[in-house]
């Protein structure tokens, strides 16, 4: 516990510090409570803009074990209704209904929602870039043993001005990625009536968790929850609901509109149909799914973890893994494998504090995601201000750290302290988070789109796969201890390996340039200097100790300081490439004009991004491809957190990067790309679609 408490200090500190001062206000009106419920009117931005459309959202906050209704609530319950009329400079309000979750009670299925909700709207002002005043009147139902009808009366004034991003709206975005829509994933196969059950195929693209399909029907019509066969594959199923038809129905089933709702978890798609004369049952063709689920995916995270050793992100971290094997060449085997055991540890660890960061943002309704700490200057500060003490270690400026609770962390080199190979792998995990990995990305989408056990299981996983090298040498300390003893050769490989930890703080500078400014990363880096500077004096003797330790301290801090003070720079406008800005609502207009389009989801803190872009994208005939007619390309920027590519990962179940996805005449849900691009993987992709490589134009078009 001596090593464990200063350690949990440091990544408690670099965790609040990642997810604080990220210069976004708040945007709220006030509750309307009462013992079940609170409503609120919360928006997206702090001042209206100049955009024709705002987004804002309705927030519910229910009491444990009451729920409230979707726009069809099924067999019981009232949906809720909203009335904006009271409102200034407001011409229209879109209200969004989330995918709701089933409740079967007593042979009663009701549809709705439970805990915390929040119904995106989009608020039209009658005069873009005026104050409005949002004024609504909210009726609505929550149920439990009892039902209680509530009225709430909810407010909010947005003044003029450039718009700001606040804390709500990352609230207002992970709902709004739950309206469904084309970019589910899911696509509706067949409906039909059979005998006495309506009968739903649907597919997707996505392995599906709980697939489930809720009816719109004239009234009078009720359906059973379905009978569900899943494919072994997982990428379709087939429901089979039973047709109620009840006393008073006003319209026939057959021939009558009909709204189907499918969904899996929080994705959904709607479809308006009619529906022919039932046919009489036939057996199944699709195989029922094995069981799978949890377990499957901790399979896919633990390979995920273990390739992540491979990814371009074992670069910057490639000095402390080197130098944490050289270091044990002829040491005992019981001293070589306590130390690689408890690399591993802190490899857990870390994952651990990734998890819990992940568990607290998804409570707070925040934005989250893997990488996603890479996205705060001030934690990049902060780890470009660790990354200097570690190569500054290793060039031999001190052995002591500075603070007395660093102690045993900043000594790479310290083969006897424990604590020194538990920060290795800690530290190994944090700046090798900027990548993703083949199957990385499928279990942390799973896991972030679950509750907090499935995301703790999966991140456990992901790092017992990462700390697999570690432990595989625990295993088998004969690997480590074969090699040459330390001797002055150590001391020129420390400093060789000091300037590879000075590179990668050289490169999170980098991206600080694109988060905050040229300016703000020369101040950051010129302060990095004087701090290796003042711990070299420190070591020579030219400071005393305690001025010494004092004024490295005062240098870290102001590192921090300037990157919560300086401001982001506004959104660049698009370069004049093949490459236009992200929009996702305009990808199926472009589709139904015979073009295919091909996404790029992308950061400068993502190094698999840099990666996929060197090798692949930026190639000659790729990006003539790109550039091409009948080929709309777009590129998402990530490396500031944008609600909007938020959203849109989302829909995939994605939550990290890179992320690439294809679409066109045969795809128009898209197709999703692996992490690690490749020449064929982006030309098979775009053939799929219905694009001609050969031609370089969309068959559709031809």
């Known amino acids: 516990m001596a090593v464990l408490t200063p350690l949990i200090r440091i990544f408690l500190a670099l965790l609040l ?3 604080s001062f990220s210069g976004v206000l708040a945007a709220a ?3 309307d409570e009462n013992e079940q419920a609170r409503v609120r009117a919360i928006a997206a931005t702090g001042a209206v803009g100049t955009a024709e459309q705002l987004s804002a959202g309705l927030e519910f906050d229910l009491a444990d074990g009451w729920k409230t209704y979707w726009r069809s609530p099924g067999d019981a319950g009232l949906p809720v209704t909203a009335d904006w009329s009271d409102s200034e400079n407001v011409a229209e309000v879109e209200f ?3 995918v709701p979750h089933r409740f079967s009670l007593f042979g009663l299925e009701t549809f709705g929602y439970g805990g915390r909700v929040v119904f995106p709207l989009v608020v039209k002002p009658a005069t873009p870039g005026e104050a409005i005043s949002l004024r609504g009147r909210v009726d609505y139902l929550v149920c439990e043993e009892i039902c209680i009808p509530h009225t709430a009366e909810v407010s909010l004034d947005l003044p003029a001005g450039a718009q700001t991003p606040s804390r709500e709206g990352f609230l207002i975005e992970r709902f709004r990625s739950q309206l469904p829509s084309e970019a589910s994933g899911l696509s509706l196969e067949s409906a039909r009536l059979v005998g006495d059950a309506l009968e ?7 392995p599906l968790t709980d697939p489930d399909v809720l009816v ?3 009234v009078g019509w009720t359906f059973s929850a379905p009978e569900k066969q899943i494919g072994a594959d997982g990428a379709s199923a087939l429901l089979r609901l039973t047709v109620i038809e009840g006393k008073r129905t006003e319209a026939p089933l057959i021939g009558s509109p009909v709204t189907l709702t499918l969904t899996d978890v929080n994705r959904g798609l709607e479809r308006d149909l009619t529906l022919d004369p039932p046919i009489a049952p036939a057996a199944s063709a699709l195989p029922t799914l094995p069981e799978r689920g949890l377990l499957a995916v901790l399979g896919l995270a633990l390979l995920g973890g273990l390739i992540l050793n491979l990814m371009p992100c074992v670069l910057p971290v490639l000095s402390i893994k080197l130098l944490s094997a050289v270091s044990h060449g002829g040491r005992d085997r019981g001293t070589v494998r306590l130390s690689f055991l408890a690399s591993a540890a802190g490899i857990l660890f870390s994952f651990l504090v990734l998890a819990g960061g992940a568990i607290a943002l998804q409570l707070g309704g925040l934005a989250v995601g893997w990488g996603i700490q890479f996205q705060q200057p001030i934690f990049l500060a902060a780890m470009a201000a660790v990354v200097t003490l570690f190569a500054c270690n290793l060039f031999g400026f001190f052995e002591v750290p500075l603070p007395s609770w660093l102690a045993g962390t900043a000594q790479l080199g310290d083969n006897d302290s424990l604590g020194g190979h538990f920060t290795t792998g800690a530290f190994a995990t944090l700046l090798a988070t900027p990548c993703s990995a083949p199957f990385l990305g499928t279990a942390v989408g799973f896991a972030l789109s679950r509750g907090p056990g499935e995301v703790v299981a999966v991140f456990l996983a992901l ?3 990462f700390a697999l090298p570690y432990l595989a040498v625990a295993a088998a300390p004969g ?9 002055a050769w150590m001391v020129t490989l420390r400093r060789i390996l000091g300037v590879a930890l000075a590179a990668t703080a050289v490169w999170l500078l980098s991206v600080l340039a694109v988060q905050l400014s040229l300016n703000a990363a020369v101040v950051l880096g010129g302060l990095l200097v004087l701090l290796g500077l003042t711990l070299l004096a420190r070591h020579r003797g030219r400071l005393a100790p305690l001025p010494g330790r004092a004024s490295a301290v005062g240098l870290i801090a102001a590192c921090i300081a300037v990157a919560a003070l300086a401001r982001s720079p506004a959104p660049a406008t698009a370069e004049i490439t093949a490459w236009q800005p992200l929009d996702p609502q305009a990808i199926a207009r472009h589709v139904a004009e015979g073009k295919t ?9 993502c190094i698999t991004c840099q990666v996929n872009k060197t090798l692949v994208l930026d190639t000659t005939e790729i990006a003539e491809l790109l550039g091409g007619e009948g080929l709309v390309a777009m590129r998402g920027d990530w490396t500031r957190p944008d609600p909007k590519i938020s959203d849109y990962l989302a829909s995939f179940g994605r939550y990290g990067i890179p992320f690439n996805a294809v679409y066109g005449p045969d795809a128009p849900n898209g197709l999703t790309l692996p992490e690690l691009l490749s020449r064929s993987a982006v030309l098979e992709s775009l053939e799929v679609a219905g694009f001609d490589t050969a031609t370089g134009t969309t068959t559709a078009s031809q």
């Open 597 to 605: 389009v091909f996404v790029d989801v992308t950061a400068e803190w």
């Open 17 to 19: 510090l990642s997810t």
């Open 200 to 206: 739903v195929e649907l597919a997707s693209a996505l």
């Open 29 to 31: 009106g006030a509750w």
């Open 479 to 487: 690997l480590a201890t074969a090699l040459p003893k330390p001797g």
């Open 96 to 98: 969004g209904w989330p």
């Open 463 to 465: 790092g017992l796969g």
């Open 216 to 218: 719109e029907a004239p």
